[in-house]
């Protein structure tokens, strides 16, 4: 799920907490990304012992805590180079993150696809996926590459809220693979179809292939568990509860294109793949998507047209309800992790996210 725009006003509001970043782009221009060889934490992150060290003004990151304790950030975690630049609030509590477990999944496709186990074209007919009072014949003609770009066609109910099905058009109107729309059945279908390919619980994937390469601190097998109302749907929602520690590790792993100090964790070539938009931010649905500044890859949210610019050229970013984001900044060697506390209830807006964005950009030197 992630917060609607609150338009005209909130387009303007948009606009104007991104443009906090203004004052530093001709000094971005001229010198911004890493030249030194990647470092990688260990069993912990290594901290940068002054911002300045890193081209940082530590009066600026002063001003963002500022603003943090204004907001309802439970947590945040800003690495750079490598090395934690800043940190905010509760890093190593696992808590639930909405959406983002999306782009972690897109990541677990990566091996599979490269190996010839999962079969992107195959089609919903091919696995035999079906579902509650049965899908239309054109819906069962999307491929699992459909899925993991949310351009099914499919607006069958999903086993849970937090997507765009009150937008989505007339069931069997779209052919598949021409229409995005940000639907949970597709999400967790292709769940499905990740486990029905690989014979693997996705739980399980995500421990071994991704978890214990890169190191993560606080990952429980047993604290992941799927939910949904399977009387709606037969396929439930994979949530995932991490850290934000680990969370980092996640983005920097993606910022680094899949490899972990040697290892290729997730092949190089579906990294790329998986952070470029397939469907641009001019074609995005609901039309009020189109203000921008995210197009959609396969199941991350990435920085497109005019708006790719800058600190942002090549960024993207997984988005969670309540304010959970994994956002990755490659012109700035840079992750950005951001939590809440869902369960409580409490959210950080899309626009208060930018506002940590734009103060982050602004610190530098």
């Known amino acids: 799920m992630y917060p609607a725009y609150r338009s005209p006003r909130g387009g303007r509001r948009l606009g104007a907490l991104l443009s906090i970043a203004a004052a530093g782009l001709l000094i971005f221009s001229t010198a911004c990304t890493t030249t030194t060889d990647p470092v990688y934490p260990g069993t912990s992150w290594e901290r940068i012992a002054q911002p300045e060290d890193a081209g940082y003004d530590s009066a600026r990151l002063a001003e963002l805590t500022d603003y943090l304790e204004g907001l309802e950030t439970t947590g945040l975690m800003v690495v750079t180079g490598g090395r934690v630049l800043y940190e905010y609030g509760d890093l190593d509590t696992l808590t639930y ?7 972690i ?3 677990l496709y990566g091996n599979y696809v490269a190996d010839g186990t999962i079969d992107l074209d195959l089609t919903l007919e091919d696995l035999e996926m079906d579902d509650i009072g049965g899908l ?12 993991i770009t949310a351009r099914s066609g499919v607006y069958h109910p999903a086993s849970n809220s937090g997507d765009n099905s009150a937008d989505a058009p007339e069931r069997g109107s779209q052919q598949p693979g021409t229409y995005l729309l940000y639907n949970n059945w597709d999400f967790n ?3 499905f179809a990740f486990e029905k390919m690989t014979g693997r619980d996705i739980y399980d ?14 990952f429980d097998r047993s604290a992941q568990r799927k939910s949904g109302n399977l009387r709606r749907s037969h396929y439930p929602a994979y949530h995932m509860w991490l850290s934000v520690r680990d969370m980092a590790r996640v983005g920097y792993l993606m910022l680094r294109d899949g490899d972990w100090a040697g290892q290729q964790v997730v092949p190089e070539e579906w990294t790329r793949r998986i952070r470029s938009a397939v469907t641009p931010v001019e074609e995005m649905h609901p039309e009020r ?8 890859g396969y199941m991350w949210w990435v920085w497109d047209g005019p708006h790719a ?8 970013t997984g988005i969670g309800a309540y304010g959970q984001y994994i956002c990755v900044l490659p012109a700035l060697d ?3 992790v951001h939590k809440t506390a869902p369960g409580r209830g409490v959210q950080v807006s899309r626009q208060e996210f930018f506002g940590i964005l734009g103060r982050i950009v602004a610190a530098r030197m």
Not at 98 to 103: F, G, P
Not at 205 to 218: H, N, S, V, Y
Not at 289 to 296: K, L, N, S, V
Request: no cysteine; aromatic share 8%.
């Open 309 to 316: 610019e800058g600190p942002y050229e090549g960024a993207y």
């Open 334 to 336: 840079m992750v950005v």
């Open 205 to 218: 994937a995500l421990e071994t292939d991704l978890a214990i390469p890169i190191g993560m601190q606080d």
């Open 289 to 296: 998507y189109r203000e921008g500044p995210f197009g959609y």
């Open 189 to 191: 279908a292709a769940g």
């Open 97 to 103: 993150l909405a959406s983002v477990r999306k782009s």
């Open 136 to 147: 239309l014949p054109i819906e069962r003609q999307a491929k699992v590459d459909h899925l």
């Open 105 to 107: 999944l897109s990541m």
